[in-house]
């Protein structure tokens, strides 16, 4: 365990110090009439007030969605067998990835992994009953799963396995803050929510569970012991005040001041119950009108991007149903926040898109 930590610390030794952050200019609204140069934030307006309505965009789209489904189909069907045979082949619970790739990239990715299985496969036993995800660095997230950067070479791959052992003793010592966090706050039990973009490298993640622990630990927090029970909380590092995620989730800064969360925790956690017990319902919902909307509208698939609530997937298939355009027809159908043809032919609209 102390070797990953080490290493972590390194790491962040040797950066920079002082590195500049970008942040774009923003000109007044005068430049741009005095230059003659364009305004980006009124050419995005004008964009959004020209946005076609959906079987305008299906119209003009759906031809070239069929073609390159079509196309990818025996991509998804190689796909989905060095999947299968990898996850038999070393154990694993399951394969993941952490962006969108197309299925040409994650094919490569996941015979990238069978050469090095087939070359050395006394390293990748250590493997057996963890999950991989193919990101952006290698190392273990704060799930526990197993990340192996795409931009990595074998030799690094290789690194990461032989160390295995200690981040699984990392992760444990991280579930332990958890149980004993849980047990100060009155039965509460602490999340990691995954999000779009990198991945939460384990190290971050127990670095930032030990430093709330710590905070706690002097004080005499007065939480009944299952007053907090059933409920959940993150923590976040760039937070300075607490507050109730609309889903019914605490979110605490890692620095919080303990008099300061004990009295939020019980203030709220009545609103917390009642906000969890509504997502719930809506998560069901929502469930529900996907399988209508597969059913009904004849889809291959239809998927949503991590940043589209329930709320906004409700509505957006309650209206594709009532829309039933025939065009979308035998394809797969991912509800974002913009239009687009995907380089594998799925569709990609907004979940508010324009009737």
């Known amino acids: 365990m102390q070797d990953v930590l080490k290493a972590e610390t ?14 774009p200019i923003k000109w007044d609204k005068t430049y741009y009439t005095f230059t003659g ?27 070239e969605a069929t073609k390159k489904q079509n196309a990818s189909v025996p991509r998804r069907e190689e796909l989905k067998r060095l999947k299968r045979e990898l996850i038999q082949k070393l154990g694993l619970l399951d394969i993941r990835w952490q962006r969108r790739w197309g299925f040409s990239h994650k094919c490569s990715q996941l015979q990238s992994l069978g050469r090095l299985f087939t070359q050395s496969p006394e390293a990748l036993h250590i493997l057996r009953g963890h999950t991989i995800v193919f ?5 273990m997230n704060a799930s526990g799963h197993v ?16 160390r295995l052992l200690s981040y699984r003793s990392l992760f444990q010592h991280s579930d332990w803050l958890k149980e004993r966090i849980s047990h100060l706050l009155g039965g509460i039990q602490v999340i990691h929510i995954e999000r779009m973009g990198p991945a939460l490298p384990l190290e971050e993640h127990y670095s930032t569970l030990n430093t709330f622990h710590k ?43 303990t008099l300061q969360l004990q009295n939020f925790l019980q203030s709220q956690a009545q609103e917390a119950r009642r906000r969890m017990q509504h997502r719930d319902k809506l998560e069901a919902e929502e469930e529900d009108l996907i399988s209508s909307c ?49 380089q594998d032919g799925d569709l990609c609209i907004p979940w508010d898109w324009k009737g």
């Not at 050419?43 to 119209?59: G, I, K, M, N, Y």
């Not at 012991?225 to 300075?240: A, F, I």
Request: net charge neutral; hydrophobic share 30%.
């Open 10 to 23: 390194g790491k962040s030794s040797t950066q920079q110090p002082g590195t500049a952050f970008y942040r």
């Open 215 to 257: 905070r706690l630990l002097p004080q005499r927090l007065s939480l009944h012991p299952r007053s907090m029970q059933g409920l959940t909380m993150s923590l976040e590092n760039d937070r300075s005040t607490p507050c109730l995620h609309e889903m019914g989730h605490f979110i605490i800064p890692t620095m919080c001041d």
């Open 37 to 63: 140069f364009r305004d980006p934030e009124q050419e995005l307006e004008q964009a959004r007030r020209v946005e076609p309505t959906l079987s305008l965009w299906l119209r003009n789209n759906e031809p």
């Open 135 to 139: 990101t952006d660095q290698s190392g």
């Open 294 to 342: 597969l059913q009904d509208l004849s889809l291959r698939s239809l998927s949503k991007e991590p940043s589209v609530s329930s709320s906004q997937m409700i509505p957006c298939c309650r209206r594709l149903m009532e829309e039933r355009s025939p065009q979308m027809q035998g394809l797969h159908l991912y509800i974002s926040h913009f239009y687009s043809v995907m």
């Open 147 to 162: 990340m192996l950067g795409t931009m990595d070479v074998h030799h690094q791959w290789t690194k990461l396995f032989e």
